[in-house]
């Protein structure tokens, strides 16, 4: 086992084969123990506590300032992964989930151990844990295995395989990260080790818009760094045209707080204040709701219909 996947198992995440990993969220803990639920409940309906986090691949082709996550891999992606198939990678996935909850049995009272029964089965798989999951060779194959399993698929993805993105099979909710308006500030915030990174993205925002799914961009916000002149991002999201728009907060946690301080990380209101300027200057936004918690605001399209229809229902 490699120095980073080392990493990974001892900040509690399983991994699948030597690629992939399963972390229990954060918002599935809270939601089992208090009731508490992560701001993707609130939004879209989905449930906090029957959410599967989990990537196909734990590699990247960058290395964002924000990201809290370790990041001791090296800057090349090895070629000789013996990727899973899609199949026995669900499989391994759901067994990791099992297990991490398992130590939650015994600590709740009734009505939450009802609830921990139910997570016991998640309807919901959130591919964005750790790494870049656009990078597993199968991709598309995993999201039709997940639908056939009626999951709702959130995918998160750094915009930079748009070929691939214009031929898969599309998620319930495919998401895209952008935190940079030009390319000077790409290369400084994401840190890309490939070539003709920032074109990509400007071909992943253009697809975005035709793409026949639900679509999101969100956008980390950085105090001295992405924040001090919102109107720079209007052309970007113009282009994608995506249903939501989500302004989050840096967050000063894990890795991050190595290359950032806590004066990155903006308060709830600066990141209220930044979607009130920019509102104005994109045609069919309007703030729709947020979430102090996470330090979220959320932007809807006219027209776009907020709540996923989950496929089991609860
Ligand atoms: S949607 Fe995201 S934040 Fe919410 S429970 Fe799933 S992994 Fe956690």
């Avoid at 056939?148 to 990260?177: A, C, H, I, R, W």
């Avoid at 026949?212 to 970007?236: A, C, G, H, S, Y």
């Amino acid at each position: 086992m490699g120095e980073h996947q080392e990493k990974l198992e001892t900040k509690g995440y399983k991994l699948l084969g030597d690629h992939g990993a399963v972390s229990l969220c954060h918002w599935t803990k809270k939601s089992i123990t208090e009731n508490r639920t992560c701001y993707k409940q609130k939004f879209y309906g989905i449930n906090s506590h029957r959410c599967l986090q989990m990537t196909p691949s734990i590699f990247c082709q960058q290395k964002c300032v924000f990201c809290w996550r370790p990041q001791t891999l090296s800057k090349t992606i090895p070629e000789d992964i013996d990727w899973l198939e899609p199949k026995e990678l669900i499989e391994k996935a759901l067994k990791a989930q099992k297990k991490l909850l398992e130590g939650y049995y015994g600590m709740l009272d009734d009505l939450n151990e009802q609830k921990l029964d139910q997570a016991q089965e998640p309807n919901q798989v959130a591919i964005s844990l750790t790494g870049e999951p656009t990078i597993y060779p199968y991709m598309s194959e995993l999201i039709k295995e997940f639908k056939k399993k009626d999951f709702t698929t959130f995918l998160v993805t750094n915009g930079l395989k748009p070929d691939l993105l214009e031929n898969m099979e599309l998620p319930t909710q495919l998401y895209v990260s952008l935190e940079a308006f030009s390319e000077e500030l790409h290369k400084r915030i994401n840190i890309p080790f490939e070539e003709n990174s920032w074109q990509k993205i400007q071909r992943t925002l253009e697809l975005l818009s035709e793409l026949d799914t639900r679509t999101v961009i969100r956008t980390t916000l950085l105090k001295d760094w992405n924040m001090e002149e919102p109107e720079k991002f209007v052309p970007l999201f113009e282009k994608a045209s995506p249903n939501f728009i989500e302004l989050k907060a840096y967050m000063f946690i894990g890795s991050s707080r190595q290359r950032l301080s806590i004066g990155n990380m903006p308060r709830h209101y600066e990141v209220k204040e930044f979607a009130e300027e920019i509102v104005p200057e994109l045609s069919e936004y309007e703030i729709e709701d947020e979430d102090s918690q996470s330090r979220v605001v959320l932007l809807r399209k006219e027209g776009a219909e907020r709540k996923i229809q989950t496929p089991s229902g609860s």
